[in-house]
């Protein structure tokens, strides 16, 4: 089982860090206190369904924190178990740009009589240890958002494409679009296997309405046609950050053209080993 503990200055972007990790296939937790660390990651390990964990633990678990390094060093003596630290920080000025900005109120406010500055001095002093011993540092001060995920995800991933989860919908338009649909793609104007009596209570998921449709030469230079503007639109959409792209076909009724083409489209981004998930969301309407 893979285990990320992330940690590091507060202000220094680990609740985004966190967010990209649940995004590329993380089981996460926020704000763990060391001491609960040990016994969260066996109960893990011994779930065969969970392969993937991150937590983040800091400053704001108080004096229960300083057991962090215990923690890591009896982790990576468990079987099983791949800990890894990634630290993340941030220059002074622009920790104290940020939480101008946020008006929030520092973990060590109370023991600097409001200070930022004073507050980030003694966070850093109190994690230089952490730091020291850490696997990964990433230095989140002049990095945008998108920058951070691509860190992140050059770290946590096999393949830059994971970072994406393609989903491949099918839809009626007597039922509506459905609004969370990136991409929208009409197929009623291709034949309609409703009209043949043996496929009219068959879906696309019978090989024979699949057939039916794609018989058609206008069906198949559509097909292609897609596929070449989702090849050519998926690295833009990777390069700005997304981490989910809907692609929805709709038909009349939403149970034969547009689950054939919602189907095959992401068989072929199986084949390329991506990160997929179908949906058909009015096959069972009557």
């Not at 992330?6 to 220094?12: E, H, L, R």
């Not at 649940?22 to 969260?40: S, W, Y």
């Not at 240890?129 to 540092?137: C, L, T």
């Not at 057939?211 to 959409?237: A, C, G, I, T, W």
Request: proline letters at 3%; one cysteine or more; aromatic letters at 8%.
């Amino acid at each position: 089982m893979e285990f990320v503990i992330v940690t590091g200055m507060s202000g220094s972007g680990k609740s985004s860090c966190i967010k990209v990790l649940e995004d590329i296939g993380f089981f996460c937790i926020d704000n763990m206190p060391p001491a609960l660390i040990p016994n969260f990651a066996e109960m893990c390990n011994e779930n065969c369904e969970i392969t993937k964990v991150a937590i983040v633990t800091d400053i704001r678990g108080g004096v229960m924190f300083f057991k962090l390094a215990e923690c890591v060093s009896g982790l990576k003596n468990t079987d099983g178990i791949d800990v890894k630290v990634l630290f993340l920080e941030a220059s002074r000025e622009v920790l104290i740009n940020r939480y101008s900005e946020t008006r929030r109120k520092h973990p060590l406010d109370s023991v600097s009589d409001g200070d930022i500055s004073k507050a980030i001095d003694a966070e850093a002093e109190l994690l230089s240890d952490v730091r020291a011993h850490a696997d990964y540092i990433i230095d989140s001060s002049l990095l945008t958002s998108t920058q951070l995920k691509e860190q992140i995800a050059e770290l946590f991933l096999d393949k830059p494409s994971d970072r994406m989860i393609i989903s491949c919908m099918s839809f009626g338009f007597k039922y509506g679009v459905p609004k969370e649909a990136d991409l929208v793609f009409d197929v009623r104007c291709l034949p309609n296997p409703f009209y043949v009596p043996e496929l009219k209570h068959k879906t696309g998921l019978d090989s024979e309405v699949r057939d039916y449709v794609m018989n058609y030469e206008q069906s198949r230079e559509l097909e292609n046609k897609v596929r070449d503007m989702v090849d050519f639109l998926l690295p833009l959409y990777l390069r700005e950050g997304k981490s989910r792209l809907v692609i929805a076909f709709g038909c009349t009724g939403g149970k034969h053209r547009s689950i054939t083409f919602a189907k095959r489209l992401a068989d072929y981004y199986i084949e390329k080993e991506c990160r997929v998930h179908v949906v058909h969301r009015d096959i069972d309407k009557k």
